[in-house]
């Protein structure tokens, strides 16, 4: 955790000083209409990178605080977490092609099958009705429109 | 009374059929929110927030607020029967309520904790009820120092009150900050922090961020912990019920007390899982059996829920009064507001004295609905989390997917979901608070057009915010919370005791 901590803070420190080098760039000095646009976001980056120097400096001094006694991860830990992220990822990708609805179906199908094991019967009934409850809620009853595919303009939506 | 009669106005829109039903419909999403794990509060009203785009803004906030309610109580369900807090302020609600569930007096509990929900909402509501006119009379007197100074004790308490690391509070805070400086200055018309790219130009949506910090990274949380939810059966009989409540009744100190500290922390930001805390302490200081909490005691179930239902009530008040959220769930619903044209804050008042008083009128009847619908249908609440995980999961990415989507029809908003996603993940894990940075994300605009006009008034000199009495004192009471964590320890070794090391999140 303490490492995580420290990478944490570094990436935090090239943060603010992107943030404030942006703010010296738009100005931060007094023009005639009252503080230039620059003027908060320098000091933005001027606190987030103070900030981020104490919490540096905390990683590398306080070696046995709580939070470091234990790891970022745990064996084993972050494979479920990638199993979620990654095929999420790949669901919004592919709702640029078959649209949302359709995706999300794929992404409900593959991981109750691959993650749950559930069988064909209930993966396929689940997958094709809580995308279909969902269309009805959102496109028909409330009108907030949603990525579609030529599935859906297929069925004339 | 001018107050009573406002209330009585707000009844007539509260009650027609119309707002009745979706106050219904509300608390039952809202519970169902509040039980699922990775939902909660905050992201639960953000992603249903696009539903209500189309809806008049009153029954869209009494949707809202009912969807809240309903988490509340959701979250102590799931704390009783299944040891899982649902929110922070649910964690005390553990300490008594999951013993008791095992002992089998699990239907106890959650009458106790539905009661006690319920008598704190009540007393904060009614506070509420004649705080809001006076607090936004005195609002409308409000120039700029006086609102950035609310805005920086909103702020100071985080870092003041928060609890774990006040630098990592303040890390968030400033990232908040600096995400809602992207974007174009509307005071200059300059770009700031775009790159060079148009895809930024649009700046960051807090309700995006708000499903992703909230609502993907709580999964991948849930997820990693592998977890398999064993809970105890719920059954709440009425016979039972009736005996609990004669027992709850001698505890009416507890009650007060705890309302009284829910109410007093609440309308501060972050203030209700301090405040629960706060009040199961009392609890065990004033009880005669100190000894026995922690081990499942009806009065341990009591003080937290109600403090955190009080808290929970009154921080809507400095949102409809003030225009500045006290929590990530009230920032939603101002996000709200935004978008059905209105404008929050004390003018809201005589503007829109329909919307705000049928606001206030709909807590009542939110909550009376409330306390029947989860005592009368615990079962079928608790029996959600019997859903496999395999099921759940990927669909509550899906629903998240989907209102990020619909808060501006942008599929940019979704890969900014699940960055935010993997964002509250580290930062969760790291124990950077994440209700701060929401909050800076929705304030960011509001706190640096104050202060702007502010140094405008002035001519850049910083001692406006202590010209007028009420700033003045309001920046600093702001002050001395942020210097709390540093004078804190400094006290505590005055008189000898050790200070701890940073604790836990808490929001």
């Known amino acids: 955790m303490r490492k995580a901590d420290t990478v944490c803070a570094i990436i935090l420190l090239i943060g603010a000083a992107v943030v404030a080098g942006e703010g010296l760039r738009l100005g931060i000095g007094w023009s005639t209409d009252g503080p230039q646009s620059g003027f908060l976001v320098f000091y933005l980056g001027l606190a987030l990178g103070l900030a981020s120097a104490v919490v540096l400096g905390q990683a590398i001094l306080l070696t046995d605080a709580p939070l470091y006694r234990k790891p970022f991860v745990g064996a084993g830990q972050l494979t479920p977490v990638v199993k979620v992220a990654v095929p999420a990822a790949a669901m919004v990708l592919l709702t640029y092609f078959v649209g949302l609805y359709v995706a999300g179906a794929l992404y409900l199908g593959v991981y109750m099958r691959w993650i749950g094991r559930h069988s064909w019967a209930l993966t396929v009934l689940l997958a094709v009705a809580i995308p279909t409850v969902t269309f009805l809620i959102f496109e028909v009853w409330f009108l907030v429109s949603m990525p579609k595919g030529p599935l859906e303009a297929y069925l004339g939506y | ?507």
């Open chain 2, 1 to 507: 009374m001018a107050g009573l009669e406002n209330l009585f106005f707000g009844f007539q829109i509260a009650i027609t059929p119309f707002n009745l039903l979706m106050a219904v419909i509300g608390i039952v999403l809202g519970t169902i929110i509040g039980v699922l794990p990775g939902l909660g509060g905050a992201n639960g009203v953000a992603i249903l927030l696009p539903l209500t785009f189309t809806m008049p803004p009153t029954s869209a906030i009494i949707l809202l607020t009912c969807i809240y309610w309903g988490a509340l109580f959701g979250g102590a369900i799931t704390s009783v029967l299944f040891n899982i807090p649902g929110e922070p302020w649910s964690v005390a609600t553990t300490l008594d309520g999951y013993p008791l569930a095992k002992q089998g007096r699990g239907g106890e509990a959650l009458t106790a904790a539905f009661t006690s929900s319920f008598v704190g909402a009540a007393f904060a509501i009614v506070l509420v009820s004649f705080f809001a006119q006076p607090l936004a009379e005195l609002a409308l007197k409000f120039g700029p120092p006086e609102f950035f100074a609310i805005q920086l004790l909103t702020f100071s308490s985080f870092i003041g009150l928060g609890g774990g690391n006040p630098v990592k509070s303040f890390v968030s805070i400033v990232i908040g900050f600096v995400l809602a400086a992207v974007g174009l200055d509307t005071v200059t018309g300059k770009l700031r922090l775009t790159f060079g790219s148009i895809e930024l130009m649009r700046g960051f949506s807090f309700i995006v961020a708000v499903i992703g910090l909230f609502g993907l990274g709580e999964i991948f949380l849930t997820v990693e912990e592998g977890l398999a939810f064993r809970g105890v059966t719920p059954r709440v009989r009425f016979r039972e019920m009736l005996a609990t409540w004669r027992e709850l009744a001698g505890y009416w100190k507890t009650f007060l007390r705890s309302a009284m500290i829910g109410f007093w922390m609440g309308f501060k930001p972050g203030g209700a899982t301090p405040a629960s805390f706060m009040s199961y302490g009392f609890a065990r200081r004033f009880s005669r059996h100190p000894e026995k909490f922690g081990t499942g005691v009806l009065e341990g179930v009591v003080a937290p829920e109600t403090a955190a239902h009080a808290a929970g009530v009154a921080a809507m008040l400095p949102m409809i009064t003030l225009g500045i959220p006290g929590s990530p769930t009230a920032a939603v619903m101002l996000g709200g507001l935004l978008i059905w044209g209105l404008q929050p804050g004390p003018m809201l008042f005589i503007e829109k004295p329909e919307f705000v008083w049928g606001l206030i009128a709909s807590m009542y009847t939110g909550n009376v609905i409330g306390v029947v619908m989860v005592l009368a249908f615990v079962p079928a609440f608790a029996a959600i989390l019997r859903i496999p995980f395999a099921i759940l999961t990927p669909l509550i990415v899906f629903v998240c997917a989907i209102g990020a989507y619909a808060v501006s029809n942008s599929m940019l908003d979704v890969w900014y979901m699940l960055a935010f996603g993997v964002l509250g993940y580290v930062f969760k894990k790291l124990d950077y608070p994440l209700a701060p940075l929401v909050l800076a994300l929705v304030l960011g605009d509001l706190a640096e057009s104050a202060l702007r006009q502010s140094l405008i008034m002035s001519q850049g000199s910083l001692l406006i915010f202590f010209q007028s009495p009420i700033s003045a004192a309001i920046t600093l009471a702001a002050l001395v919370l942020f210097a709390l964590p540093l004078i804190g320890p400094l006290l505590r070794r005055l008189r000898g005791t050790p200070a701890s090391a940073f604790g836990s999140e808490s929001r």
